[in-house]
């Protein structure tokens, strides 16, 4: 194993001092000691060699054996079973060699679910079919009227099927229904896109926050598609809008020990089964802003897909802040005081977020910014301890020679207003969020994926830009993901703004202000 980590070859095909300078050189490179000299490590040759060929050997049955649906670790973890019952000790040298060296994670494609036109609804037919409903008093008809003002969400966005019928049945075929459209409909634009085979596909990751059925949603996939049998399979629920971008960090840390592995990551949610039905205007709020869409993405640590991606993933930054009881509370799924179950948005949610995306984009700014911009930011926060009284502002660094495209989560106007605020972007940077938020309204998890189909679709993605996502949601938790651009992004027929980016962007007449947010009537 260590002659096939060091060039590639499977068996001991070279000379012995060739072979074993290799592996000194490797091991220096992974943080060894130089001065274990040449003649000192090769004094232990004779044992280890017979190891190694040992090794081998098994490596060499193994890849015979399962060779038809299995990657190196898998073969890998097979001989070291088999050397196992041979020895008391495992083998470790080609795990380490393989677990230390660095591997890169590329984005091969990306596609977005387009609903049918026949599920798109303007604000004023959504208010007359609340008001029709008999499920809704004035007092909640008049928030609705007031987060739509508010939201930055337009006329175009897509409902689910259930709530177009005269008479909706929010049940569990119908949720199944809505899933298999979206998740279905991404995942085949996808393959058709990247003419990867399934049985090539070796890691899932799904997510959805709310939808929660059995068999998972990663077996529906996998069921559907025919997935191979020893297909790593995940399924995140509960998450809230940031579990998009923690699947990315987790495909990333599955792809450094899983070689020549392609990595399906899909993003979801349903609204079928989980519209608010009560009074209570606190959990009425995500009625008004949710909408229909979902994402499906795929990696590669394969060198020879690098050509053929359109991003290498540079850096995730994940931050929870779940063990404050401010920041856990502020979003819940909970029974209002007539039993009926909604999520619950409080007044705290902006306070929690800011703490949250402070500490997020601290950890990320020590990884991109240039170092003037670090030392500003050093010698201004110095500045601010040492004269307390002093009537100085705290400095924001100029993340656009950080990055070329922020693409934040869509939450809600006033959302994006505050991030804007906080990190100081122009609206041209906001240009890609805010017009998804007028054109898809919320899709949770996946609504960072519409903002790159937006910049993609304009023209403006070059070889080399940095594209930075960034998702929070319930818990509270915050995630970026920055990518750099192997090659120009150029026309793509099934982006989900191709039919329409001439129209955009577009102006909105906005009501100023915060979005109303409201503790639990509880």
């Known amino acids: 194993m260590l002659a096939k980590a060091v060039d590639q070859l499977k068996g001991n095909h070279q000379r012995r001092d060739g072979l074993w300078k290799a592996v000194h050189k490797h091991f220096v490179e992974l943080g060894g000691s130089a001065d274990q000299m040449h003649d000192q490590l090769n004094s232990n ?8 060929n040992w090794f081998n050997d098994l490596y060499i049955q193994a890849d015979r054996i399962l060779k038809s649906r299995c990657n190196d670790l898998q073969l890998l973890e097979k001989a070291q079973e088999d050397f196992l019952k041979q020895h008391r000790q495992a083998f470790k040298h080609g795990i380490y060699i393989i677990k230390t060296t660095s ?6 494609d990306f ?5 049918p036109d026949t599920q798109k609804r ?5 208010i007359n079919k609340a008001q029709h409903s008999g499920y809704f008093s004035e007092n909640i008809m008049e928030f609705m009227k007031k987060v739509f003002g508010k939201s930055g969400i337009g006329d175009s966005t897509y409902l689910s099927e259930v709530y177009l019928k005269q008479i909706a049945n929010p049940c569990i075929d119908e949720s199944r229904r809505e899933m298999e459209m979206s998740v279905f409909g991404s995942i085949d634009m996808l393959l058709a896109k990247t003419g990867v085979r399934c049985e090539d596909i070796g890691i899932l990751i799904v997510n959805c926050c709310i939808y929660n059925t059995m068999p998972s949603l990663s077996s529906m996939i996998v069921n559907k598609y025919k997935l191979k049998d020893c297909i790593l399979s995940y399924n995140l629920v509960g998450m809230g809008c940031s579990a998009g971008l923690m699947a990315i960090g987790l495909a990333q840390q599955l792809l450094q020990v899983h070689n020549d592995s392609y990595a399906l990551v899909v993003s979801a949610e349903s609204i079928t089964e989980n519209c608010y039905l009560g009074d209570d205007r606190s959990k009425f709020l995500t009625n008004c802003l949710f909408r229909v869409g979902g994402a499906a993405i795929l990696l590669s640590n394969r060198p020879s897909d690098r050509r053929a991606c359109k991003y290498e993933l540079l850096h995730t930054v994940h931050t929870n802040e779940a063990h404050s009881d401010l920041s856990y509370n502020c979003i819940i799924q909970e029974e209002d005081t007539a039993g009926i179950v909604g999520i619950t ?8 977020a800011s703490s949250v995306v402070t500490s997020n984009v601290s950890a990320l700014s020590n990884l991109i910014l240039p170092i003037p911009e670090k030392l500003k930011y050093l010698a201004n ?3 601010l301890k040492l004269r307390p009284t002093a009537n100085m502002l705290p400095y924001v660094p100029n993340y656009n020679i950080a990055v070329d495209h922020f693409l934040p989560h869509v939450g809600g106007k006033p959302v994006l207003d505050e991030l804007q605020k906080t990190l100081g972007f122009d609206e041209s940077a ?5 017009m998804t938020l007028y054109r898809f309204g919320n899709t949770s998890s996946s609504s960072v994926w519409y903002e790159l189909a937006y910049a993609e679709a304009k023209g403006r993605v070059k070889k080399g830009n940095r594209v930075w ?27 989900p703004w191709t039919a329409e980016i001439d129209d955009f962007p577009v102006h909105v007449d906005y009501d100023d202000g915060p979005l109303p947010f409201f503790e639990s009537s509880k």
Do not use: H
Request: hydrophobic share 40%; with cysteine; aromatic share 14%.
């Open 381 to 383: 926060n110095i500045g």
């Open 345 to 352: 948005v409080t007044r705290n949610l902006f306070k929690a």
């Open 430 to 434: 906001m240009e890609s969020s805010r």
């Open 111 to 115: 596609a977005c679910y387009k609903p």
């Open 122 to 126: 303007t604000r004023e037919w959504m």
């Open 469 to 495: 996502q960034m998702a929070f949601g319930s818990g509270f938790k915050c995630s970026s993901v920055v990518w750099r651009a192997l090659r120009d992004v150029g026309y793509d027929e099934v982006n």
């Open 103 to 108: 591997t890169r994670v590329y984005l091969v």
């Open 45 to 52: 040759w004779g044992p280890m060699l017979i190891k190694i």
